[in-house]
């Protein structure tokens, strides 16, 4: 009976009727006022203590998401006198504590888009004039970015309700060496560009141009030589992605869709509209504990000339059509991969976690066992996109590392391939994010 009691006291004291009188700010030294005060407003008309509790708790998490702050509390003070009506009234003390302008970091990170490391300086200066904007400088080398210096602008746009989108201007320079094609490039480029929630998803809209100069002295085939040289290009990029899974490197449940579109053409020599995509679909299986996940990925280049070796598609390796070797999937009688105007790729994969949990350094519980099926093709013609399809089985491990990537160790065997693609049948090693 007690506790029945207790609880009914509580709800009579979180269903209060409650009026806040004022909100007082402290904290606040270079950050100005007009940032914060869309996610403090709503808590004055508020009219009970559950209500209260609740945007109290919102505000606080916007607050933490715009990452000037390395604490946020809010108290709630019983105000001196009750108003009209017999309404309670109460005051809050919004404390803040600012972060220091300068950071300064340096990391080890995997590309999202293939099997590649670098290594990441970077020198920021945050809240610059008082409205959140930040300029970063860093610096990359890795397995396929040589060397790479750039310069990010960021600037967060606060509406009403918060923080509703982003503008960004990068600025960098690049040099970059392709693996499989036997080419290098020296990039130029800058970008502007706008990034905002939409259904659920995140959508940009950027803006760039792009000096690139392809170049190289080994032996390539001839349909790469001939595109040395310098090239300029400009166009408009859209992009979706839309993340529902629980995990983004080993999910378990949710779904995944991304869509990108480029139209060059306004200055310089590429001329194209560019369109790709990718579906991934997670589910629990009632079997054993496993989980299965089918990804689709297709693209399209369409262009009004000659497309550039930089802009079209390459399919094959570890985190594409397993069994192959990265961009092994070329066309008969060229010695090196030159890309394709079509794609399409399917992969289905199931794993579970160790029967058994060694202790392995710790890496035990983020073992797991994997088995798959892709299947995929690469062409220049989209009526053929079809034909000759490429098709790998295959078992191994995969071992998530932390929250920033995961490795796996499969054994693949092509059992459907075409002559001139470079087949990897036996052990095959990829470390990255986005897996097929």
Known sequence: METREKFEALARILTHEIKVKKVKINGL??????????????????DNLAKLLDKINKAK????????????????????????????????????????????????SSDARGNDGSFNVEASQHNLFGRLESATLSYTKGTRIADGLSLLLHKPIIGARGKTSDVMLEIGKQNAASRTGGFNTSDLQTNLKYKMRLLGGLASTEVGGLWQQILGDGPVSVKVREEYGHHVKCGVRCSYERDGRDDNILPTTGNYTRISTEAAGFLGDAHHLKVDCQVQRVRRLPILGYTGSLTMRAGLLHSKSKSWITDRFFVGGPGSVRGFYEDGISRPGIS?????TCHWGAGLSLYRGLPFSPYIWGLGPHIRLHHFVNAGNLVSRAGEVFEKCRVSIGSGLIVKVGSVMKMEVNYAVPVRFQPGDAVNHGLQFGIGVNFM
């Open 61 to 108: 998490l916007g607050l933490e998401e715009l990452q000037a702050f390395d604490a946020v509390d809010v108290m709630i003070e019983k105000g001196e006198e009750r108003g009209d009506g017999g309404v309670q009234t109460v005051n809050l003390q919004v404390s803040v504590s600012e972060k220091s302008g300068g950071r300064y970091r340096m990391n080890v």
């Open 29 to 46: 030294t270079k950050v100005k006022g007009d940032i914060i005060t869309p996610y403090l407003a709503p808590l004055l008309s508020q």
């Open 336 to 340: 090196r991969p030159v890309g394709g």
